[in-house]
């Protein structure tokens, strides 16, 4: 196979690739870094949610071998303080007896911590602003009728994004892993300290008629003061906790991520009516 690949890389040079010494001193419109972008995968770089094995299963990422190590250094470029290794990828055809395809790409040399934080950054695209139920419905509240506060469970769930990149030790994925940690709400209450706001341990739960106006729920919050017909600006998130796992063992965390969704509240109070 080592034959056939170098071989095959002679033929790909002698059709116009570009080698190593030619790639290195090329202006930066000639050299690709960040990789072409195709939905969510981003080729020659890193690519996310996709099975590796299955997506490269008729391809091959090896390392350029320079035979005079005169050209050595020319396998290795530095742009913006990252270093970029030269990789050719080698895919065989999908119809039998059809020839191997060659390409060459620049692929960063980062660590699997780098990896993981790449792979956040793209998750966060991906984390939902959490859908917001009450009751009774925000532009209906009660003074001092407790009004529930809770997110679907769509909003509610754990979101996993994969990363993986060639490497000369083969193929490092990253599984970048988001859980919701808390939910954080936020009532706009202007007349409350520090405007009401308050935490619940879990999504809150969903009111039922049959729940009536006695039930009580972990996450709800009542109202002292009516607004006047005014709109109160509240507000309810989701803080996210991020952890990573490497296929090579590694693991740890990532600073948290909080994604918000706004609602105007409007607080009405019923008048006593007292006759003789």
């Excluded at 742009?79 to 290794?85: A, E, L, M, V």
């Excluded at 940690?181 to 935490?199: E, M």
């Excluded at 918000?260 to 019923?270: A, F, M, N, S, Y």
Aim: charged fraction near 15%; hydrophobic fraction near 35%.
């Amino acid at each position: 196979m080592r034959s056939r690949l170098l071989l095959l890389c002679l033929s790909a040079c002698l059709l116009g690739f570009a080698a190593p010494s030619d790639i290195a001193y090329a202006v930066a419109s000639d050299i690709d870094v960040t990789g072409n972008v195709v939905g969510n995968t981003i080729i020659a770089g890193v690519t996310f949610n996709s099975d590796s094995t299955s997506t490269e299963s008729r391809c091959t990422w090896n390392t350029t071998v320079i035979s005079d190590t005169k050209y050595e250094p020319y396998s290795f470029m530095v742009r913006d303080g990252i270093t970029y290794r030269w990789y050719v990828r080698t895919c065989a055809s999908a119809i039998p007896g059809q020839p191997y395809t060659l390409t060459f790409h620049w692929i960063p040399v980062i660590s699997e911590s780098t990896l993981a934080e790449q792979a956040s950054a793209h998750s966060w695209n991906t984390l939902p602003v959490p859908f917001v139920n009450t009751a009774p419905p925000a532009h209906r509240a009660l003074v001092k009728l407790p009004m529930w506060w809770w997110v679907t469970t769509s909003s509610w769930r754990t979101i996993s994004t994969t990363a993986w990149i060639p490497t000369p030790r083969g193929i490092v994925t990253v599984t970048v892993t988001a859980k919701p940690n808390i939910l954080l709400v936020n009532p706009g209450d202007s007349s409350a300290t520090n405007n009401g706001k308050f935490t619940c341990a879990g999504p809150g739960r969903a009111w039922r008629e049959s729940d009536g106006d006695d039930a009580k729920s972990n996450c709800m919050y009542s109202y002292e003061h009516s607004s006047s017909r005014n709109t109160l600006n509240a507000s309810v998130a989701i803080r996210w906790s991020i952890s990573w796992k490497s296929n090579l063992g590694k693991s740890g965390t990532l600073p948290s991520v909080t994604t918000t969704r706004h609602l105007p509240v409007t607080v009405g109070e019923i008048q006593a009516l007292v006759t003789e």
